[in-house]
């Protein structure tokens, strides 16, 4: 025959294990022994204590991870302007960040890749130059058809820059990656590590695409805009070596579909 001290124990062996439930509180009325009303008004009285320590642990997360978010932004925010502030070195470039973010964006989501995944791509795509930060003036003066082996190998040093300067912000996660690669080619010619088909992310591989197509449809030092269709022939051209060919196909059936980003 259970007792009410065996009715107890059991309830108190629940609590141990975190069921905070309102049984204790049978005992606290009465048709039960002193000894036994004390230790259930005890119990019931721990239980709220507990419960008020948790309930303010959780809101103190809460207000924690609230916090972090908005030192996310910002943090974002700031990396964000310095890669602007590369429009005010080169003329050539301006919006080029802000476009190529927008056309991975595009690519990313007709390729059905998760929410994250997509916003992964579209931050790397805002911060993919930011290397060029610490270029010398004479890279960005530079208007030459042909580019000296001297400042090519400061223009190929950009990637590992980007690394540099962004690495150390861990909410970044992959988006580090995907613009430190973005130079990379699929037959492994690229730079700055030589990477080549699977090794490449997929997300460089997009913003790789999406670089080149900005690139060919603006005005440079070196080259005069060219039109819609002329680009993406460019990019179907140069797809099998330098891009991966079935992105540049999805993403030239958004091009003609969506049309090219005007953002400058």
Known sequence: MTTEVDRLIKILENISLGDYSNDIMAFTTGGHSKSIHRIAEAVGMMMVKIETREFGLRLMVEQLQELNEKIKANTLQTVGSIAKALGARDKYTQGHAERVASYSKRLARRLGLSKQDTHDIQVAGVLHDIGKIGFSDKVFENADTKVSDEIFAEIRQHPIRTRQILQGLDFLGPAVEYAAAH??????????????????????????????????????????????????????????????????????????ENGMETNT
């Open 183 to 256: 130079h990379e080619k699929i037959d492994g010619t690229g730079y700055p590590e030589g990477l080549a088909g699977d090794q490449i992310p997929l997300g460089a591989k997009i913003l790789a695409v999406a670089d080149c197509f900005d690139a060919i449809t603006t005005t440079r030092s070196y080259q005069a805009a060219r039109s819609t269709e002329k680009a993406l022939k460019i990019l179907k051209k140069i797809s099998g070596n330098h891009l991966d060919p079935s992105l540049v196909e999805t993403f030239s059936e958004e091009i003609r």
